[in-house]
């Protein structure tokens, strides 16, 4: 059985970090990315990397400040996140996706992450 279970959000201030985690467990994936939906807007593509070779790929508004990374012991990977702002409020869900021809199929049940001004 197929698990994405994330932890970390939460209230942070305008400027703060927090580190998002996503535990996977029940197969191999090619592929793990964040997701965000705010409110009232579509969900959007944060972060991703490749499995096999640690790749990595951002949405340009994150570049610089966000970085995804994963511990192949914990098989988690996770999102860092600097230099946050009001924009950057929305719900985050860990997504996973089994081969570069799939779309992303599995999905974590999120986690809120508010910053304030």
């Known amino acids: 059985q197929v698990q994405l279970v994330e932890s970390g959000g939460g209230p942070v201030q305008a400027g703060g970090s927090l580190r998002l985690s996503c535990a996977a467990s029940?197969?191999?994936?090619?592929?793990l990315g964040w997701f965000r939906q705010a409110p009232g807007k579509v969900r959007e593509f944060v972060a991703a990397?490749?499995?096999?070779?640690?790749?990595?790929t951002y949405r340009d508004s994150v570049k610089g400040r966000f970085t995804i990374s994963r511990d192949d012991a914990k098989n988690t990977v996770y999102l860092q996140m600097n230099s946050l702002t009001p924009e950057d409020t929305a719900v985050y869900s860990c997504?996973?996706?089994?081969?570069?021809?799939?779309?992303?199929?599995?999905w974590g049940q999120g986690t809120q992450v508010t910053v304030s001004a």
């Open positions: 029940g197969r191999t994936f090619y592929a």
């Open positions: 997504a996973a996706r089994r081969s570069r021809f799939l779309q992303y199929d599995y």
């Open positions: 990397i490749n499995w096999s070779d640690r790749s990595t």
